[in-house]
Structure formats: structure tokens, C-alpha cells
């Protein structure tokens, strides 16, 4: 059974940093692509970051570029995401998600698993 299980969410203030984790199991983690969105009420789910099977390659949103970093450990099953200078536009539900496909996935319909989520939320 395909399981991703993501944590670390809650309330921080602006310019505060969160460390989201995504567990896996059910599949062989190293096989596939790893990416987070974020989704808002209302809003389509966005793409915010993705990382290479073996780590080697990762690609941001450009509104999360160098306030964000992604990566894994296939040993762990786990991708990570480090959220610094958080703002409150970064308010939203993260989800990870796992692609089998190689190259760079920026859009959600790439992604086969998908996490339940975990709230963030960005006070000013």
C-alpha cells in the first residue's frame, strides 16, 4: 500500500522558518521524482519544488527560489523541505508527491502518489 505521510506544518510568524518531512512507503523511493505543492482555498494546487531520484537535481517556483530548499534521503524514504523567511503568501496546505518519470515535474497532474498534507500557516 502507497503511503506518503508529511509533518512539520503549523503557525509560525513572518520571516520564521518550518521544516516540512515526507515519509514513504509502499514503493521504491529511489525510482521516483519527489515534489511539493501548496494548495489555498479556491486556488489550483501550484508547484513549489522538485528533486531528482538521487538528489542531484532540484527545481524551484520562482516565488519560493532562495527561501526554499528541497531534499531527500532514499535511505529514510524521506523528502524534506526547508522553508526560511517565510511570508504570508506561503500560507497553504503542502503536499509531497511522488512521480516515476524522469526530467523536471512542475504540474500536479505528473505526479501518481499523493501525500494527505500539512497545514502552513504564515501570521504577519
Known amino acids: 500500500q502507497v503511503q506518503l505521510v508529511e509533518s512539520g506544518g503549523g503557525l509560525v510568524q513572518a520571516g520564521g522558518s518550518l521544516r516540512l518531512s515526507c515519509v514513504a512507503s509502499?514503493?521504491?523511493?529511489?525510482?521516483?521524482?519527489m515534489g511539493w505543492f501548496r494548495q489555498t482555498p479556491g486556488k489550483e494546487r501550484e508547484f513549489v519544488a522538485t528533486?531528482?531520484?538521487?538528489?542531484?537535481?532540484?527545481y524551484y517556483a520562482d516565488s519560493v527560489k532562495g527561501r526554499f530548499t528541497i531534499s531527500r534521503d532514499n535511505a529514510k524514504n524521506t523528502v524534506y523541505l526547508q522553508m526560511n523567511n517565510l511570508k504570508p503568501e506561503d500560507t497553504a496546505v503542502y503536499y509531497c508527491?511522488?512521480?516515476?518519470?524522469?526530467?523536471?515535474?512542475?504540474?500536479?497532474?505528473?505526479?501518481?502518489?499523493w501525500g494527505q498534507g500539512t497545514q502552513v500557516t504564515v501570521s504577519s
Open positions: 528533486i531528482s531520484k538521487i538528489g542531484i537535481t532540484t
Open positions: 509502499g514503493f521504491t523511493f529511489s525510482s521516483y521524482i
Open positions: 508527491a511522488a512521480d516515476r518519470s524522469v526530467g523536471i515535474r512542475t504540474y500536479a497532474y505528473d505526479y501518481d502518489y
